[in-house]
């Protein structure tokens, strides 16, 4: 989708690639979406100075242990997001414009009878994008 650099998080080395990528600055923002917990712990610990956590996949009732000292030394902010108020419209209206080709974002397509293959897929995560079912 037009990033300039993947890295993997299932290798042993991605948060000293993201550092050396950074320049050992880490990241101004990070939107974290998947609720993981290793996810979370880790956007603490790659967050630069003045950075900003956006917290919105659903982790309700999970307890994450962070080093919160790395977010005050950093001035770190964590904000969490539940909700898009007015965004659908203008992402809408952003897709409709065909700035970006959004199109590659589906991975996979099934029809609906496979959907126990579909979820099989989507649910690797790693190998996958948005997997669609068709009716």
Same mark, same amino acid.
């Given at each position: ?22 320049? $050992?600055?880490?990241?101004?923002? #990070? =939107? ?15 967050? /630069? ?7 919105? $996949?659903?982790?309700?009732? =999970? ?11 950093? +001035? $770190? ?9 007015? +965004?659908?419209?203008?992402? #809408?209206?952003? #897709? ?20 126990? /293959? /579909?979820?099989? =897929? ?12 068709? #009716?």
């Amino acid at each position: 989708m037009g990033a300039e650099t993947i890295v993997d998080p299932t290798k042993d080395d991605w948060k000293a690639q993201i550092m050396e990528l950074t320049e $050992g600055l880490g990241f101004t923002l #990070i =939107v974290e979406c998947s609720g993981n917990q290793n996810a979370i712990a880790s956007s603490v610990e790659l967050i /630069a100075v003045d950075g900003r956590i956006v917290l919105t $996949g659903q982790s309700m009732g =999970v307890k994450v242990p962070v080093e919160l000292g790395k977010l005050i030394w950093t +001035h $770190g902010r964590i904000v969490g997001s539940c909700d898009s108020p007015g +965004h659908w419209p203008k992402a #809408i209206a952003y #897709i409709g414009r065909k700035r970006a080709d959004v199109t590659r974002i589906i991975t996979h397509r099934f029809p609906l009878g496979q959907a126990p /293959a /579909a979820f099989e =897929v989507a649910l690797k995560g790693v190998e996958s994008g948005k997997v669609v079912l068709d #009716i």
